[in-house]
């Protein structure tokens, strides 16, 4: 019999191999989990890599209050389906102080309740390693990214002192407070994602599918209307259109796309044929030049 | 050629189904930003359709304003980043960039820089199947040529395309082609590669990237495309014996136990006979466990769960392997290293060494000579600075099971960790087990420690002073000594300056000769505790890894640790062999404390002031901390033997 390791496979067994090294070398390591479809597929990869035992580390989703509705439904649903041990975190001085994208603007709003209440949570629960869902042709400045980012105790990225990365051989030593993120999809592409996604059949949140939603326009991107707390003009009404998500974040922060791609298989040939990349449905990446690399620096995925 | 299928539009179905049996290809590019590797990176991503429209706005407007090719798109912008990130002083070893077509998906391993190429590209090549050796036509077969073909084929690249760049500027000339590929394969006959495919092409102007080109109807052979496309990496992993490295335990219940790793090489069905090699235990496979069901067979390169008939010893780090090859079991090798950390090598001081999930300590016990990456020489050397490349053996703290590089990459590679940064310094491919480390073994002596030092009355162990130079170590050291003689016990002083008139007199004061000093005390210290004494040590020891490894050739509680830690200040005004006054003055150079580090102990038994407190005091302190009432090494009489 020929075994044939197609793409997939090969991406599959090395996000498999990452995912065992970080359970074996760390003592207390969780995997982010942000509900989106990468997130999904590396839940996944994580209950094949112990199959048939649990993955031996909690799930931890850091709540910013203002994700999709159908994201924290689809979350819990998950939950509780997998009987995984789910860590929910939310920036509850952030909540006090009422801090919210629309009142607050978008750098502000993530750095408080997305990478503050991230890193409450790593020193409250004293995680060593975090897995995340990163993918290194999402950005230019996350193609030279290890597949183990090394942290120091302050959770900051220090290019100084990442590791080189030979084989398949990770160096998982940290001193007492220092960490790692691992990314264990770094070498999946958009387009891998979403063939694993339609082979394996995964369940992903119904927003990556196209259906008539209520939207509004705001700086040029399609944000729908989830929940009242979105502003709207005296006179402004909600459009209904036919729209998706690429990606999925906090909704005030995620463009839609116009589209009729109703299945999985709609949306990939939308894809292939539609040119625009992905993170240009994200408002974050706009706010200021460089911004990712920064984010980076300080914590942010 | 790129995911340019009719079907995309017309069935969708149609075209998912036929990605299901796409491949995946790693290569590295090898070349300077002159060799036009940003351009080719450029053009195999543009033409595979993955830039998207906002990219390309982004590099029609850049191309216009910083771009180097007038009117037309510059496609090395694309990569863009690198430069300017290396002005801010961020070390980039490796980026990887992603393309795909219908055939196959694709991974570059980008390495930039000239300065830290060699670890850069051995970084990259680890995991690359084919690399791409750039030559620009002008310049043909160059000293950086040589060197990306040598660090190619160090690393086990067994295919390598040299693409001849820039035939548009020696207007397609075939004699300068042929020219240069005579060159290349008469220089690349000393290396190790299984094919060496030259193409002519311009990055720039798209002559046999993706299309033949009409300039060049001489040539006949594939576009590099076509070569990426369809070259076969010969899984030399697939031919070698089974060999699995035991990453994760499964047990989730009683009746179910699983060892999940990745089959570094070969393949195995169920009812095939595995070893341990270390235990030399043996079972067969029961089933393959998958989350999709359990498998007829898996092969290299698979991540799986294997449950075995019988219940034998096996965890992690442990190689289940085919009994009728086995690979080596010891804790010696010959190895091929390359240094990856500004901090040069020590031979002697003590590394972690990981193999695939082993961890173990490790040092190198003889650098047999440097390979100078550009002429492939061999040059003597005492140690290994960035970037340079030596031939070396290793010598283990435990043994562990591994093969030959050259016929295994996948249980054949290493890195070592630095124990005090945690950083990754250097990465290794093993080339044999040393013969004395598999065929000798421990004698096994009928007359032990314990009984020596049954007779003495007492337990054996190590005072170790560590210090400044005149803090006193060596006067509270014989104190003690003195004291415990009174008490009948049986001592040995170590001390450092008479020492180094005997034992270590061909050793000055560099690093390297520092740690291979205290490498020799701390063996020749365990040879007398083994002969059942209480040893005195007296040694400056300035550094953290040498004293940690001296306590671990000793048993748990063997080694006692005293921190001298009389001030430099004192020291200094004391100076009571005026060596201070020479360093400060130049005359002496490497001088601990002056222009030398002293790196204090974190976690010492004892710490102890001799400029505050008495030597005769702190003397009556240890000998009462050593063999007082409740002391760790106190031996009431006649009751321990």
């Given at each position: 019999?020929?075994?044939?390791?197609?793409?997939?496979?090969?991406?599959?067994?090395?996000?498999?191999?990452?995912?065992?090294?970080?359970?074996?070398?760390?003592?207390?390591?969780?995997?982010?989990?942000?509900?989106?479809?990468?997130?999904?597929?590396?839940?996944?990869?994580?209950?094949?890599?112990?199959?048939?035992?649990?993955?031996?580390?909690?799930?931890?989703?850091?709540?910013?209050?203002?994700?999709?509705?159908?994201?924290?439904?689809?979350?819990?649903?998950?939950?509780?389906?997998?009987?995984?041990?789910?860590?929910?975190?939310?920036?509850?001085?952030?909540?006090?102080?009422?801090?919210?994208?629309?009142?607050?603007?978008?750098?502000?709003?993530?750095?408080?309740?997305?990478?503050?209440?991230?890193?409450?949570?790593?020193?409250?629960?004293?995680?060593?390693?975090?897995?995340?869902?990163?993918?290194?042709?999402?950005?230019?400045?996350?193609?030279?990214?290890?597949?183990?980012?090394?942290?120091?105790?302050?959770?900051?990225?220090?290019?100084?002192?990442?590791?080189?990365?030979?084989?398949?051989?990770?160096?998982?030593?940290?001193?007492?407070?220092?960490?790692?993120?691992?990314?264990?999809?770094?070498?999946?592409?958009?387009?891998?994602?979403?063939?694993?996604?339609?082979?394996?059949?995964?369940?992903?949140?119904?927003?990556?599918?196209?259906?008539?939603?209520?939207?509004?326009?705001?700086?040029?991107?399609?944000?729908?209307?989830?929940?009242?707390?979105?502003?709207?003009?005296?006179?402004?009404?909600?459009?209904?259109?036919?729209?998706?998500?690429?990606?999925?974040?906090?909704?005030?922060?995620?463009?839609?796309?116009?589209?009729?791609?109703?299945?999985?298989?709609?949306?990939?040939?939308?894809?292939?044929?539609?040119?625009?990349?992905?993170?240009?449905?994200?408002?974050?990446?706009?706010?200021?030049?460089?911004?990712?690399?920064?984010?980076?620096?300080?914590?942010?995925? | 050629?790129?995911?340019?299928?009719?079907?995309?539009?017309?069935?969708?179905?149609?075209?998912?189904?036929?990605?299901?049996?796409?491949?995946?290809?790693?290569?590295?590019?090898?070349?300077?930003?002159?060799?036009?590797?940003?351009?080719?990176?450029?053009?195999?991503?543009?033409?595979?359709?993955?830039?998207?429209?906002?990219?390309?706005?982004?590099?029609?407007?850049?191309?216009?304003?910083?771009?180097?090719?007038?009117?037309?798109?510059?496609?090395?912008?694309?990569?863009?980043?690198?430069?300017?990130?290396?002005?801010?002083?961020?070390?980039?070893?490796?980026?990887?960039?992603?393309?795909?077509?219908?055939?196959?998906?694709?991974?570059?391993?980008?390495?930039?820089?000239?300065?830290?190429?060699?670890?850069?590209?051995?970084?990259?090549?680890?995991?690359?199947?084919?690399?791409?050796?750039?030559?620009?036509?002008?310049?043909?077969?160059?000293?950086?040529?040589?060197?990306?073909?040598?660090?190619?084929?160090?690393?086990?690249?067994?295919?390598?395309?040299?693409?001849?760049?820039?035939?548009?500027?020696?207007?397609?000339?075939?004699?300068?082609?042929?020219?240069?590929?005579?060159?290349?394969?008469?220089?690349?006959?000393?290396?190790?590669?299984?094919?060496?495919?030259?193409?002519?092409?311009?990055?720039?102007?798209?002559?046999?990237?993706?299309?033949?080109?009409?300039?060049?109807?001489?040539?006949?052979?594939?576009?590099?495309?076509?070569?990426?496309?369809?070259?076969?990496?010969?899984?030399?992993?697939?031919?070698?014996?089974?060999?699995?490295?035991?990453?994760?335990?499964?047990?989730?219940?009683?009746?179910?136990?699983?060892?999940?790793?990745?089959?570094?090489?070969?393949?195995?069905?169920?009812?095939?006979?595995?070893?341990?090699p270390g235990s030399g235990?043996?079972?067969?496979?029961?089933?393959?466990?998958?989350?999709?069901?359990?498998?007829?067979?898996?092969?290299?390169?698979?991540?799986?769960?294997?449950?075995?008939?019988?219940?034998?010893?096996?965890?992690?780090?442990?190689i289940?392997?085919?009994?009728?090859?086995r690979p080596a079991h010891a804790d010696q090798f010959e190895a091929?290293l390359?240094?990856?950390?500004?901090?040069?090598?020590?031979p002697g001081?003590s590394?972690?060494l990981?193999s695939?999930?082993t961890?173990v300590p490790a040092q190198v016990s003889a650098?047999k000579?440097?390979?100078?990456?550009?002429?492939?020489?061999?040059?003597?050397?005492?140690?290994?600075?960035?970037?340079?490349?030596?031939v070396c053996n290793l010598a283990l703290g435990k043994s562990i099971s591994f093969d030959p590089y050259?016929?295994?990459?996948?249980t054949g590679?290493f890195?070592?960790?630095?124990?005090?940064?945690?950083?990754?310094?250097?990465?290794g491919?093993i080339d044999f087990a040393l013969r004395r480390a598999t065929n000798i073994h421990w004698q096994?002596?009928?007359?032990?420690?314990?009984?020596?030092?049954?007779?003495?009355?007492?337990?054996?162990?190590?005072?170790?002073?560590?210090?400044?130079?005149?803090?006193?170590?060596?006067?509270?050291?014989?104190?003690?000594?003195?004291?415990?003689?009174?008490?009948?016990?049986?001592?040995?002083?170590?001390?450092?300056?008479?020492?180094?008139?005997?034992?270590?007199?061909?050793?000055?004061?560099?690093?390297?000769?520092?740690?291979?000093?205290?490498?020799?005390?701390?063996e020749?210290?365990?040879?007398?505790?083994?002969?059942?004494?209480?040893?005195?040590?007296?040694?400056?020891?300035?550094?953290?890894?040498?004293?940690?490894?001296?306590?671990?050739?000793?048993?748990?509680?063997?080694?006692?640790?005293?921190?001298?830690?009389?001030?430099?200040?004192?020291?200094?005004?004391?100076?009571?062999?005026?060596?201070?006054?020479?360093?400060?003055?130049?005359?002496?150079?490497?001088?601990?404390?002056?222009?030398?580090?002293?790196?204090?102990?974190?976690?010492?038994?004892?710490?102890?002031?001799?400029?505050?407190?008495?030597?005769?005091?702190?003397?009556?302190?240890?000998?009462?901390?050593?063999?007082?009432?409740?002391?760790?090494?106190?031996?009431?009489?006649?009751?321990?033997?």
């Amino acid at each position: 019999m020929k075994i044939n390791m197609t793409h997939l496979r090969q991406l599959e067994a090395e996000s498999i191999h990452i995912i065992r090294e970080v359970a074996a070398e760390f003592e207390n390591p969780v995997m982010l989990y942000s509900i989106g479809k990468d997130s999904s597929v590396m839940l996944h990869l994580a209950l094949k890599a112990f199959y048939p035992a649990k993955p031996p580390f909690p799930l931890m989703h850091i709540d910013t209050t203002w994700k999709f509705r159908e994201m924290i439904e689809f979350r819990d649903r998950m939950a509780r389906e997998h009987g995984f041990d789910l860590i929910i975190h939310t920036n509850e001085e952030g909540v006090r102080q009422g801090v919210g994208p629309f009142s607050h603007g978008s750098a502000l709003y993530t750095d408080i309740m997305k990478t503050e209440g991230l890193k409450q949570a790593l020193n409250k629960y004293k995680f060593d390693a975090a897995f995340g869902g990163a993918r290194r042709d999402e950005e230019k400045s996350r193609a030279k990214e290890r597949i183990f980012s090394f942290r120091t105790a302050t959770h900051r990225w220090d290019p100084k002192s990442q590791r080189p990365e030979l084989w398949n051989i990770y160096n998982a030593r940290v001193k007492p407070g220092e960490s790692i993120r691992a990314f264990p999809i770094s070498n999946w592409t958009e387009l891998d994602i979403w063939q694993y996604i339609y082979l394996e059949e995964i369940p992903i949140v119904p927003l990556y599918l196209s259906k008539v939603r209520p939207v509004v326009e705001r700086d040029g991107a399609l944000i729908l209307v989830d929940d009242d707390r979105i502003p709207l003009e005296p006179d402004e009404k909600p459009m209904m259109k036919s729209v998706r998500f690429r990606t999925l974040g906090c909704y005030p922060l995620t463009g839609a796309v116009e589209s009729t791609a109703e299945t999985l298989p709609e949306v990939i040939q939308e894809m292939l044929l539609a040119r625009t990349s992905e993170r240009q449905g994200r408002v974050i990446d706009y706010d200021q030049a460089g911004s990712m690399e920064k984010k980076k620096q300080e914590g942010y995925f | 050629m790129s995911h340019q299928s009719d079907l995309i539009a017309s069935d969708i179905l149609a075209y998912l189904k036929s990605q299901e049996e796409k491949g995946l290809l790693r290569f590295i590019t090898c070349g300077s930003v002159d060799d036009g590797k940003s351009t080719l990176i450029g053009r195999l991503l543009w033409d595979s359709k993955l830039i998207f429209e906002d990219q390309l706005a982004s590099l029609e407007v850049d191309s216009k304003r910083v771009g180097t090719q007038g009117e037309d798109i510059d496609y090395a912008l694309l990569l863009d980043g690198l430069q300017a990130e290396r002005e801010q002083g961020i070390t980039i070893d490796v980026a990887y960039r992603f393309f795909s077509t219908d055939k196959r998906k694709f991974i570059v391993a980008d390495t930039p820089g000239h300065e830290q190429y060699t670890r850069n590209m051995v970084t990259g090549a680890s995991t690359a199947g084919v690399a791409v050796i750039l030559i620009d036509a002008r310049k043909g077969v160059l000293t950086q040529t040589r060197r990306h073909s040598y660090l190619a084929s160090l690393v086990g690249i067994s295919n390598v395309v040299v693409a001849i760049n820039k035939m548009d500027l020696v207007d397609y000339s075939s004699d300068r082609y042929e020219e240069i590929r005579a060159e290349y394969e008469a220089f690349a006959e000393q290396l190790e590669f299984e094919s060496i495919t030259c193409i002519p092409l311009s990055a720039l102007k798209g002559d046999n990237v993706i299309a033949h080109s009409e300039q060049t109807p001489w040539y006949q052979g594939q576009t590099l495309m076509a070569y990426l496309e369809n070259v076969n990496v010969t899984d030399n992993a697939m031919g070698q014996p089974f060999r699995m490295p035991v990453q994760w335990g499964v047990r989730p219940d009683l009746d179910f136990r699983g060892f999940a790793g990745t089959i570094a090489s070969g393949s195995v069905r169920p009812g095939d006979e595995v070893v341990v090699p270390g235990s030399g235990q043996k079972s067969r496979v029961k089933r393959i466990v998958t989350m999709d069901g359990d498998l007829e067979e898996a092969v290299a390169g698979q991540a799986v769960n294997l449950t075995l008939e019988d219940e034998i010893d096996v965890s992690r780090g442990d190689i289940l392997a085919d009994p009728l090859a086995r690979p080596a079991h010891a804790d010696q090798f010959e190895a091929r290293l390359v240094w990856m950390h500004e901090d040069a090598l020590l031979p002697g001081r003590s590394y972690l060494l990981k193999s695939g999930a082993t961890v173990v300590p490790a040092q190198v016990s003889a650098l047999k000579h440097r390979v100078n990456v550009n002429t492939l020489e061999h040059q003597a050397a005492k140690t290994l600075e960035l970037n340079e490349i030596g031939v070396c053996n290793l010598a283990l703290g435990k043994s562990i099971s591994f093969d030959p590089y050259r016929e295994n990459r996948g249980t054949g590679n290493f890195v070592l960790i630095d124990r005090l940064t945690n950083a990754t310094v250097g990465a290794g491919m093993i080339d044999f087990a040393l013969r004395r480390a598999t065929n000798i073994h421990w004698q096994a002596l009928d007359v032990d420690k314990r009984s020596r030092a049954g007779l003495k009355n007492q337990k054996p162990g190590v005072l170790w002073f560590t210090g400044l130079s005149g803090a006193g170590k060596s006067t509270i050291a014989n104190l003690v000594e003195k004291k415990l003689l009174s008490l009948g016990k049986h001592t040995y002083l170590l001390d450092g300056d008479n020492v180094r008139h005997g034992l270590n007199r061909d050793l000055g004061f560099t690093d390297a000769d520092r740690v291979e000093n205290i490498r020799r005390v701390a063996e020749t210290a365990r040879l007398f505790v083994d002969a059942g004494m209480i040893v005195l040590v007296s040694f400056i020891s300035p550094f953290k890894s040498e004293r940690r490894m001296a306590r671990e050739m000793l048993e748990e509680g063997e080694f006692l640790e005293i921190h001298v830690n009389t001030s430099l200040d004192v020291c200094e005004q004391r100076d009571p062999k005026g060596l201070y006054k020479k360093a400060r003055s130049g005359q002496l150079l490497n001088f601990t404390g002056v222009d030398s580090v002293y790196e204090a102990p974190e976690n010492p038994e004892l710490v102890v002031d001799a400029g505050k407190v008495s030597a005769e005091d702190i003397a009556e302190q240890i000998v009462r901390e050593v063999l007082g009432d409740d002391a760790v090494w106190n031996v009431p009489d006649g009751t321990e033997r």
